[in-house]
């Protein structure tokens, strides 16, 4: 029987010659081309994340590996140019996990939604701000992981820089708040409920006053009321002596928003210069 004696005693010719166990010639060399491309490979991302500025911070601080925001030009790389023009650099292309201010707060510190304008409001108010998100006494994520990492200098730099800039023009939107509520709020306040006129601290036309007391004219309404909001909900603290927890706690949500709408329509200084 022809495949019994086939099976049962295979000649030599079916054996494959070129058969050897641990075939030598092959597997070894591809395998220690593996290691070596690994091993160049892990050189190379080594040597990359050294050369990253963040490679530092990420190591002891796990919310520095937050990819930053892109960065349309480079921090400048030597001391005498930093200390320069350092804030134009801060604004526009940020540093490391300083992510660029103009991407949230607009090219020209205009603001945009519940994100403020920065242009135009006082140096002091505005460092003030800065170090209070740094140091958590105002509650915001975005701007305390900004602010965290901004040195004494930077702060004084960036304040100096927006308050340079000239207020914008705000185009609001038709909105559905009482106006005239809002009106009568921010020139007279609320009496029965002790709640002062808006314009006794922050200037008849809303324009700011002096170092502690912001503009309400032509910022933000969304941004207004935010804060008054936050303020009644005991999420922001830093105002002097509670003034503006106070004066917040006493209105209604109708109430903050009306003036919110209303304390935004006004022009703000030199805003009625420009046309
Ligand atoms: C990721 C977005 C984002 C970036 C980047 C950012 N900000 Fe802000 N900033 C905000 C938001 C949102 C608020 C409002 C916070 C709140 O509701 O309390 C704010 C508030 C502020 C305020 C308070 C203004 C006021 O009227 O009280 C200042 C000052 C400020 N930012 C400065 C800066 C500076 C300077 C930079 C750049 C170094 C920067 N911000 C980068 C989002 C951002
Ligand atoms: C007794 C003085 C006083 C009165 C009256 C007052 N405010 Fe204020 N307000 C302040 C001070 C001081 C600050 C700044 C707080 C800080 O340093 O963070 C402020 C801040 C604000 C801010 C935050 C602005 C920003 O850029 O973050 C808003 C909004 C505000 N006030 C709205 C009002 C409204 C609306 C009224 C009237 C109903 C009013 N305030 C009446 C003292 C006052």
Known sequence: MKPNHHATTPRVDDIDPT???WEPSRPIPIFLLAVLIALALGGVGMYLSDLAPWADAGASDPVASIPAAPVTQAAPASPDSSTVQNAPVLVHAGRGSVWSCAS???DQGQGAGSTPRLAGLDETYLAKQLRDFA??????ESMHYVARELTDQDIA???AYYASLPVPR???PQSDADLDRGRM????GDWKRNVPACVSCH???GQGVGTSFPPLAAQRPEYLFNQLAAWKGGHRHNSPQSLMDDIASRLSYRDLYAVSNY???????GADAAH
């Not at 709020?185 to 007279?188: A, I, P, R, S, V």
């Not at 304390?263 to 200084?269: K, N």
């Open 263 to 269: 304390a935004a329509s006004l022009p703000g200084p």
């Open 19 to 21: 058969f050897e166990p």
């Open 185 to 188: 709020l921010f020139e007279k």
């Open 135 to 140: 140091a958590e006494t105002r509650l915001n």
């Open 104 to 106: 949230c707060h607009g």
């Open 170 to 172: 705000l185009v609001l």
């Open 157 to 159: 730099e960036v304040a």
């Open 203 to 205: 200037g008849d036309q």
